[in-house]
């Protein structure tokens, strides 16, 4: 009988999807098993269907933004953003914003704020560091890989954590974004506000 509780509390997780074309989407899927999540690997558009929340990871904007638009996948995540929890990670916040640049790049558009690419420059575009947070729990571990900048932020956008003067951690309702690398820290914090995000949506 302990194999059908198991199983029982295995449907009862939610399953979060983890765009996995490009970049550290495998950090991401342990980052979310951890904040009591069932990660999903998502590689095509029909797969949105399967999933209640998705998390678009770092890595190269550019060349997921191509693979995405070649392969009838942008669509479908401008669809899927309308309904369900998206949380975008470096990459992926660029992905999610309203306005791209540095330089301008196409993008999903459902966050109201605007991101600089690689705002950082050359010699300090990598960096960890420790910032004061919304989220109960003390300072928030932040790694930077060359990383953008949220340089404006809609009045609905909720700012959670900063790097220097600007926002490093956002949420506007469903929808979540950060310019740092939370899936390459120890602390569950901010998948778990995720999670959370994605379990409340459901309900
Ligand atoms: N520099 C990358 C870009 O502009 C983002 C870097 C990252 O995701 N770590 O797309």
């Known amino acids: 009988m302990t194999g059908n509780v198991k199983e029982t509390n295995r449907i009862a997780l939610p399953r979060i999807g983890v765009l996995a074309i490009q970049g550290d989407y ?3 899927a342990a ?3 951890e904040a009591g999540a069932t990660p999903v690997e998502v590689r095509k558009p029909e797969q949105l269907a399967e999933v209640d929340g998705l998390i678009l990871p770092g ?5 997921m933004l191509k693979f995405l638009e070649r392969h009838g996948f942008f669509l479908a995540l401008e669809k899927f953003c309308g309904s369900k929890p998206v949380f975008g990670t470096c990459a992926g916040a660029i992905l999610l914003a309203r306005e791209v640049r540095n330089p301008a790049q196409h993008s999903l558009g459902v966050l109201d704020a605007v991101v600089e690419r690689n705002a950082y420059g050359r010699q300090i575009d990598s960096a960890i560091l420790h910032s004061e ?3 109960p729990g003390g300072l928030l571990e932040m790694v930077f890989i060359r990383a953008p900048r949220f340089a404006e932020i809609g009045a609905g956008v909720e700012a959670l954590a900063f ?3 600007s926002p490093a951690l956002v949420r506007q309702g469903k929808i979540m974004a950060a310019t740092f690398h939370p899936e390459l820290s120890t602390d569950r914090r901010v998948h778990r506000l995720f999670v959370e995000t994605v379990q409340a949506a459901r309900t």
């Open 31 to 33: 980052a979310l098993e």
């Open 133 to 135: 947070t919304t989220l």
């Open 26 to 28: 495998a950090a991401h």
């Open 163 to 165: 790097r220097d003067s």
């Open 59 to 63: 890595g190269e904007s550019t060349t």
